[in-house]
């Protein structure tokens, strides 16, 4: 896509460079995007939507980013960040309170952030840029799920016969697709109770509701 006339030759410039005001500037874009993207889609979106909505001058977005694929890219990667921001801090949690902890964080994140969850889900469907973010951010969270599960096999408190990292992939898996359909298709669900069955299928099929 081709840069605006009105960028400057080095293009926009680096964030941590933006005074408190460019920073400010940057963040009503950003905040801008977001609702022009949850408004009308990837697709349809437009940089001149972007800065009618938070009232700059068409200019202005290209001191800050290259285009609109550029800002989609900034918020899909603040979105995995909160998404993925699931890690307990209290050590006297049990491993199966530890998990749920995490999960609930993860439930909570994805509710604040279905309708773009939407959006990035669709685009990484055409794509390959934004299918290998979506890609890399997954890996990160299921990683780091796999060297827990090791963890607890380590401790006995798992059984040694589970692979750590397909059996990530399975629980990411499974909630990742319960939660894309209630929060994003509409599926009619009790949250008490689908959240409580969630938590109680990720526990028992480590084994860890017997630890």
């Given amino acids: 896509?081709?840069?605006?006339?009105?960028?400057?030759?080095?293009?926009?410039?680096?964030?941590?460079t933006l005074t408190t005001r460019g920073r400010k500037t940057r963040d009503a874009l950003l905040d801008a995007a977001r609702t022009v993207f949850e408004?009308?889609?990837f697709p349809d979106a437009r940089v001149e939507l972007i800065t009618q909505e938070a009232n700059v001058s068409y200019g202005t977005f290209y001191r800050y980013f290259e285009?609109?694929?550029?800002?989609?890219r900034v918020l899909?990667?603040?979105?995995?960040e909160d998404i993925h921001r699931r890690e307990s801090t209290d050590t006297q949690m049990s491993p199966a309170e530890r998990?749920?902890?995490?999960?609930?964080?993860?439930?909570?994140?994805?509710?604040r952030n279905a309708q773009l969850m939407a959006i990035v889900e669709q685009v990484a469907t055409f794509n390959e840029e934004f299918r290998q973010?979506?890609?890399d951010h997954r890996h990160q969270l299921i990683e780091r799920q796999a060297r827990a599960i090791a963890r607890w096999q380590s401790?006995?408190?798992?059984?040694?016969?589970?692979?750590?990292?397909l059996a990530a992939r399975a629980m990411s898996a499974m909630v990742d697709h319960t939660l894309y359909l209630w929060l994003?298709?509409?599926d009619e669900a009790n949250e008490a109770a689908l959240l409580d069955t969630l938590d109680q299928m990720c526990v028992g099929a480590l084994g860890l509701d017997t630890a």
């Fill in 67 to 72: 285009s609109k694929e550029d800002i989609f």
């Fill in 1 to 16: 896509m081709a840069k605006s006339s009105v960028n400057s030759p080095s293009g926009p410039a680096p964030v941590e």
């Fill in 155 to 165: 401790e006995g408190l798992v059984r040694k016969s589970l692979d750590p990292e």
């Fill in 39 to 41: 408004r009308v889609g």
């Fill in 133 to 135: 973010l979506r890609h």
């Fill in 76 to 80: 899909s990667t603040q979105l995995f």
């Fill in 99 to 111: 998990l749920i902890s995490a999960n609930r964080a993860y439930y909570q994140a994805y509710r």
């Fill in 184 to 186: 994003v298709q509409g």
